[in-house]
Every structure is written in structure tokens, then in C-alpha cells.
């Protein structure tokens, strides 16, 4: 079983719909939890950022954890074409262990106009 | 506001051969790393390091070396290119601190 499972879609949507993207994860020590957004031949960039429970937001983009389930979801209001990337997602210890980020394999959205 | 900045941007290499891929951060992260990226495969960790002088393996070691002389510059090293090493290779960098990743842009590797 991996650490990190994320559905690699690919995820198609029309122009304004709500998109829910959404990972899972087992190892219950995850502190910080991350999305990142790649665009196609370009590297990843981060998008969201927590390391607690609950709701944050940033514009359209609302990042949810629940950690009693290791659960997260990235929530996009009011989708346009040029939210059409990859998201990956991403966790860490609170120990600070370089190694362990650890990312979903991706999933690919696109927005349809 | 540079960041992580990555180069070559691409490169095709001849089996057998050696190159040197650089990555250069202006953040002052003590953390670096190298990923690579096979398509539908996600990122997977080559080498890390916590800071000048100190590396560490990550999950896909075999093929590659690294060195961390100065806090801003962590280059990755190919011996012996070999096929399965065709990939997009990523340099990330991160604040000891805090969770979040900073990535460059990637290197475009073609093994032939």
C-alpha cells in the first residue's frame, strides 16, 4: 500500500463547475499537508499550504484536512481553463525529516471552456 | 526572485555517458532535494540533503551521486547514463521550519 494514494483522474469539467480533488494517506505521523499545481513541461508550484485540521482558503481554492479520517481535499470554486494542471499532493512529518515528502501521484484536470 | 533554478533545461545523452545536473537556490533553505518524474508516476526522491556537507539517499538512489559544498548549490551527478534514467529530474528546496517545497523548473533528460 503507498503512503500517499491520489486518483490520477484524468478529471474533465466544464467552465465554472466546483472541482474536488482529493487524497488519502496512512501514515497517521503527516503534520503538513500541501497542494502543488503543475502546469504541462513546467515544475510543480505550490498552491496550498496547512499543517492542522480543518478549512483553509485562498481565493477559489479551499483546502480541507481531516485527520482522523487522513483525508484532504483541494476544493476549486468557479473553475476556469486555466486551472487545466496537474495537482499533486503532498504531506511531511512534523519531525522535519528531509525525506519524508511525500507526494500523490497526481491527478490531471481539465477545464473545459 | 530567482529561486530554484535548474540547468540544463534539457539534454540528451548517449549511454555511457556522464553529466552533471546543476540547481542553485538564493533562499538560504537548508533543505534540498532531487526528484525525478516519470509520467503518471508522481515524484520520487533521488537525494536529499539538510544542509552543507550532509546528503542522504531517498527512495531511488542507484545511478546517481550528489554533493553539498555551499547551502545554495546542490548538483546531482549521472556516471553512466542508462535508458531507464530518461525522466524530468526536479531540484526542490525548503526552510527547515516550515513543510512547503519550493521546486525548480525541471531538466528534460533523454538517454539514448
Known amino acids: 500500500q503507498k503512503e500517499v494514494e491520489q486518483d490520477p483522474g484524468p478529471l474533465s469539467v466544464p467552465e465554472g463547475a466546483i472541482v474536488s480533488l482529493n487524497c488519502t494517506y496512512s501514515n497517521s505521523a503527516f503534520q503538513y499537508f500541501m497542494w502543488y499545481r503543475q502546469y504541462s513541461r513546467k515544475g510543480p508550484e505550490l498552491l496550498m499550504y496547512?499543517?492542522?485540521?480543518g478549512n483553509k482558503e485562498d481565493g477559489r481554492f479551499t483546502a480541507q484536512v481531516d485527520k482522523s479520517s487522513k483525508y484532504i481535499s483541494l476544493f476549486i470554486r468557479d473553475s476556469q481553463p486555466s486551472d487545466s494542471a496537474t495537482y499533486l499532493c503532498?504531506?511531511?512529518?512534523?519531525?522535519?525529516?528531509?525525506?519524508?515528502?511525500?507526494f500523490g501521484s497526481g491527478t490531471q484536470l481539465t477545464v473545459l471552456p | 526572485n530567482a529561486g530554484v533554478t535548474q540547468t540544463p533545461k534539457f539534454r540528451i545523452l548517449k549511454i555511457g555517458q556522464s553529466m552533471t545536473l546543476q540547481c542553485t537556490q538564493d533562499m538560504n533553505h537548508n533543505y534540498m532535494y532531487w526528484y525525478r518524474q516519470d509520467p503518471g508516476m508522481g515524484l520520487k526522491l533521488i537525494y536529499y540533503s539538510v544542509g552543507a556537507g550532509i546528503t542522504d539517499k531517498g527512495e531511488v538512489p542507484n545511478g546517481y551521486n550528489v554533493s553539498r559544498s555551499t547551502t545554495e548549490d546542490f548538483p546531482l551527478r549521472l556516471e553512466l547514463a542508462a535508458p531507464s534514467q530518461t525522466s524530468v529530474y526536479f531540484c526542490a528546496s525548503s526552510p527547515p521550519d516550515r513543510g512547503e517545497a519550493f521546486f525548480g523548473q525541471g531538466t528534460r533528460l533523454t538517454v539514448v
Open positions: 496547512t499543517y492542522s485540521s
Open positions: 503532498a504531506m511531511r512529518t512534523f519531525s522535519g525529516s528531509a525525506r519524508q515528502l511525500t
